[in-house]
């Protein structure tokens, strides 16, 4: 036995001692020719096949990279030896990753797989028109190369099958920012990310429940409309805008949508993206299983100005962001034109299974253009709350059904709520404050839409007064 290990010991150096003399003798293009042939010369010979995912594919992230990370994150846990352990910044759980250079073997229906990880610091010389990440990550998977066709053929379907239930069930949705403009981390990518956590769903969404049961019959036909869309020849994707006064939950509805996908978040500053093709770059790095929301797009797109240089709906070339310093002339410019492409153009496809939402205060303000069906295909509006929707607020702050609230208040709260035009966000808050009493909160609520109701009816008269002298005028002019 002893012997045994002295013959591996001294095998271990001699490799170690010829590494070294590569590493000091040759230079490094003569070290990699020499490892080239030394591979070309071992694969001839070896009954094995190998295959290598790294991160970044061409300029795309390579989703089956993903997709083997969060399968071997959870085998790992169970057979490999040395883990990586992580747990991201306000993440809930501790993931696993293989550690650099380290093995894991794998089985699927009797053939034995082995999942390697490499990670390796890029050629600082390598000559790119674009920068690239300092590390580049893959995983080489190696069978024997009789079971190459189990292995193309199913092993990597299944795996990308248990990515994704893994990651609908465990893993925490990502919010992804552009805060930062452009510019590329570590690993390449324009957006930072961080685990979300927003707890609205659907369940504690305050809406009309046909509206909520429509929108979420919609959302599941999306998500499992692969094959429909492939037939009809359409790209996988779908666009939602939500519209509506400030505080009636449109942000909550992403969240809720992505709650109830388990896509992620790319929460887009545009005022944070100068030109057309950074743009273009932001949508390349996004990964499919993914809701790509701008927010209050009407003051993200300068309508206003397309409109006043009489620009017609057709023609959209010219309408540079305001609030930056980019004149309209400068040429490298963000334009309608530019996100209409990101939206629905060719480059939308680079990616699957995505939803864009925009989200707005001012519908009216918005080009038609943006609104047409295939843009956005879904226009939904969220307005103030109706008696329906204040039900779903008593079930989520008060822990109770309207039956174990006093029917009498409740009656005179349904008649007085529409005039009231309440948002759910200022509904809200009257019930956090009284939500260990539930007569209070009903009384204080009756109170707030009643002075609410009466401001609401005064301003009516007062307009209509002032329409009816402003008739008067005319008619005397
Ligand atoms: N429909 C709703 N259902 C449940 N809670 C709501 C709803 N609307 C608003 N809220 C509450 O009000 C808060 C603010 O809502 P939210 O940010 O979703 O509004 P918004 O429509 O996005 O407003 P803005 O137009 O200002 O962005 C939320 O945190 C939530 O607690
Ligand atoms: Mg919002």
Same mark, same amino acid.
Request: hydrophobic share 35%.
């Given at each position: 036995?002893?012997?045994?290990?002295t013959?591996?010991a001294?095998?271990?150096?001699?490799?170690?001692?010829?590494?070294?003399?590569?590493?000091t003798?040759?230079?490094?293009?003569?070290?990699?020719?020499?490892?080239?042939?030394?591979?070309?010369?071992?694969?001839?010979?070896?009954s094995?096949c190998?295959?290598?995912?790294?991160?970044? #594919?061409?300029?795309?992230t390579?989703?089956l990279?993903?997709?083997?990370?969060?399968y071997?994150?959870?085998?790992?846990?169970?057979?490999?030896?040395?883990?990586?352990?992580?747990?991201?910044?306000?993440?809930?759980?501790?993931?696993?990753?293989?550690s650099?250079?380290?093995?894991?073997?794998?089985?699927?229906?009797?053939?034995?797989?082995?999942?390697?990880?490499?990670?390796t610091?890029?050629?600082?010389?390598?000559?790119?028109w674009?920068?690239?990440?300092?590390? =580049?990550?893959?995983?080489?998977?190696?069978?024997?190369?009789?079971d190459?066709?189990?292995?193309?053929?199913?092993?990597?379907?299944?795996?990308m099958?248990?990515?994704?239930?893994?990651?609908?069930?465990?893993?925490?949705?990502?919010?992804?920012?552009?805060?930062?403009?452009?510019s590329?981390d570590?690993?390449?990518?324009?957006?930072? /990310?961080?685990?979300? =956590? !927003?707890?609205?769903?659907?369940?504690?969404?305050?809406?009309?429940?046909?509206?909520?049961a429509e929108?979420?019959?919609?959302l599941? #036909?999306?998500a499992?409309?692969?094959?429909?869309?492939?037939r009809?020849g359409?790209?996988w994707k779908?666009?939602?805008?939500?519209?509506?006064?400030?505080?009636?939950?449109?942000?909550?509805?992403?969240?809720?949508?992505?709650?109830?996908?388990g896509?992620d978040?790319?929460?887009?500053?545009?005022? @944070?993206?100068n030109?057309?093709?950074?743009?273009?770059?932001?949508?390349?790095?996004?990964?499919? =299983?993914?809701?790509?929301?701008i927010?209050?797009?009407?003051?993200?797109?300068?309508?206003?100005?397309?409109?006043?240089?009489?620009v017609?709906?057709?023609?959209?070339?010219?309408?540079?962001?305001?609030?930056?310093?980019?004149g309209?002339?400068?040429?490298?410019?963000?334009?309608?034109?530019?996100?209409?492409?990101?939206?629905?153009?060719?480059?939308?496809?680079?990616g699957?299974?995505?939803?864009?939402?925009?989200?707005?205060? !001012?519908?009216?303000?918005?080009?038609?253009?943006?609104?047409?069906?295939?843009?956005?295909?879904?226009?939904?509006?969220?307005?103030?709350?109706?008696? /329906?929707?204040?039900?779903?607020?008593?079930?989520n702050?008060? @822990?109770?059904?309207?039956?174990?609230?006093?029917?009498?208040?409740?009656k005179?709260?349904?008649g007085?709520?529409?005039?009231?035009?309440?948002?759910?966000a200022?509904i809200?808050?009257?019930?956090?404050?009284?939500?260990?009493?539930?007569?209070?909160?009903?009384?204080?609520?009756?109170?707030?839409?009643?002075?609410?109701?009466?401001?609401?009816?005064?301003k009516?008269?007062e307009?209509?007064?002032n329409?009816d002298?402003?008739?008067?005028?005319? =008619?005397?002019?």
């Amino acid at each position: 036995m002893k012997e045994f290990w002295t013959t591996i010991a001294s095998m271990m150096g001699l490799w170690a001692f010829c590494q070294t003399i590569l590493h000091t003798i040759f230079p490094q293009e003569l070290r990699f020719a020499f490892l080239k042939f030394f591979h070309k010369i071992f694969n001839s010979f070896t009954s094995y096949c190998y295959y290598e995912i790294t991160e970044v #594919d061409g300029v795309n992230t390579n989703e089956l990279y993903n997709a083997v990370q969060l399968y071997l994150s959870s085998s790992a846990a169970v057979s490999a030896n040395r883990l990586s352990l992580n747990r991201g910044l306000n993440s809930s759980s501790i993931t696993f990753d293989l550690s650099n250079n380290d093995r894991l073997v794998d089985s699927y229906n009797g053939v034995k797989v082995v999942w390697e990880h490499v990670i390796t610091q890029r050629q600082t010389q390598t000559f790119s028109w674009r920068p690239l990440p300092e590390e =580049k990550r893959g995983f080489i998977l190696s069978s024997k190369k009789k079971d190459k066709t189990v292995v193309l053929g199913s092993y990597l379907d299944f795996v990308m099958k248990k990515a994704k239930d893994l990651r609908r069930e465990h893993q925490d949705r990502l919010l992804y920012t552009n805060s930062h403009g452009v510019s590329l981390d570590s690993r390449g990518h324009p957006w930072e /990310s961080v685990p979300f =956590k !927003h707890p609205s769903t659907f369940e504690t969404l305050a809406m009309d429940p046909l509206k909520k049961a429509e929108i979420m019959a919609d959302l599941l #036909d999306f998500a499992d409309g692969e094959s429909f869309y492939q037939r009809t020849g359409r790209a996988w994707k779908r666009g939602y805008l939500l519209y509506g006064p400030p505080g009636t939950g449109k942000s909550s509805m992403i969240a809720a949508m992505a709650n109830y996908l388990g896509y992620d978040i790319y929460d887009l500053e545009l005022t @944070e993206v100068n030109t057309n093709s950074e743009l273009r770059k932001l949508l390349m790095k996004t990964s499919s =299983k993914s809701i790509i929301v701008i927010e209050d797009i009407d003051c993200s797109i300068n309508l206003a100005n397309r409109n006043k240089n009489g620009v017609g709906n057709n023609n959209y070339n010219a309408s540079p962001l305001p609030g930056s310093n980019r004149g309209e002339d400068g040429g490298n410019t963000i334009t309608l034109s530019g996100l209409l492409n990101f939206t629905d153009g060719l480059w939308s496809c680079c990616g699957n299974e995505r939803i864009f939402v925009f989200t707005t205060n !001012h519908v009216e303000k918005l080009d038609p253009a943006l609104l047409r069906s295939g843009r956005m295909d879904m226009h939904i509006h969220m307005s103030y709350c109706s008696f /329906s929707a204040l039900r779903i607020l008593f079930r989520n702050y008060l @822990e109770c059904e309207d039956d174990q609230l006093d029917g009498v208040v409740l009656k005179v709260l349904e008649g007085v709520i529409n005039e009231a035009e309440m948002t759910p966000a200022d509904i809200s808050e009257v019930l956090i404050k009284n939500r260990c009493d539930k007569d209070k909160a009903l009384r204080e609520l009756l109170e707030s839409l009643k002075k609410r109701a009466e401001r609401n009816r005064m301003k009516l008269s007062e307009r209509n007064t002032n329409e009816d002298k402003d008739e008067e005028l005319e =008619k005397w002019a």
